[in-house]
């Protein structure tokens, strides 16, 4: 099993940055694409990045450019960097681990989830 465990998140001004960091338990963290979703109040949870087993990064539009997708499977950790933060990417993030080694964009494909932690930007 992999158990996701995400940190980093806060409070952050319009144009700034964070990076969300997750740390998954198990041997086989790098055997498995792993992922960043993220949800709105009132809004369906939404994929934010994927990163395969070979390293390979897809990123839904809205974050291309800005955002970043990292792995360390040494330290069994996916990371999130973000900048230039924008209101609209307010919601709680979520990392997850999929069922195959390709990430894709879809919540289905991911089998084991964390917690989620709360990015808030004001505006």
Same mark, same amino acid.
């Given at each position: 099993?992999?158990?996701?465990? =995400?940190? $980093? @998140?806060? &409070?952050?001004?319009? @144009? $700034?940055? &964070?990076? &969300?960091?997750?740390?998954? *338990?198990?041997?086989? %963290?790098?055997?498995?694409?792993? $992922? !960043? %979703?993220?949800?709105?109040? @009132?809004? =369906?949870? =939404? %994929?934010?990045?994927?990163? *395969? !087993? *070979? $390293? @390979?990064?897809i990123y839904a539009d809205s974050v291309k450019g800005r955002f970043t997708i990292s792995r360390d499977n040494a330290r069994n950790t996916l990371y999130l960097q973000m900048n230039s933060l924008k209101p609209e990417d307010t919601a709680l993030y979520y990392c997850a681990k999929a069922r195959g080694v390709v990430a894709t964009t879809t919540p289905a494909s991911y089998d084991y989830w964390g917690q989620g932690t709360q990015v808030t930007v004001s505006s």
């Amino acid at each position: 099993q992999v158990q996701p465990v =995400e940190s $980093g @998140g806060g &409070l952050v001004q319009a @144009g $700034g940055s &964070l990076r &969300l960091s997750c740390a998954a *338990s198990g041997r086989t %963290f790098s055997s498995y694409a792993m $992922g !960043w %979703f993220r949800q709105a109040p @009132g809004k =369906e949870r =939404e %994929f934010v990045a994927g990163i *395969s !087993w *070979s $390293g @390979g990064r897809i990123y839904a539009d809205s974050v291309k450019g800005r955002f970043t997708i990292s792995r360390d499977n040494a330290r069994n950790t996916l990371y999130l960097q973000m900048n230039s933060l924008k209101p609209e990417d307010t919601a709680l993030y979520y990392c997850a681990k999929a069922r195959g080694v390709v990430a894709t964009t879809t919540p289905a494909s991911y089998d084991y989830w964390g917690q989620g932690t709360q990015v808030t930007v004001s505006s």
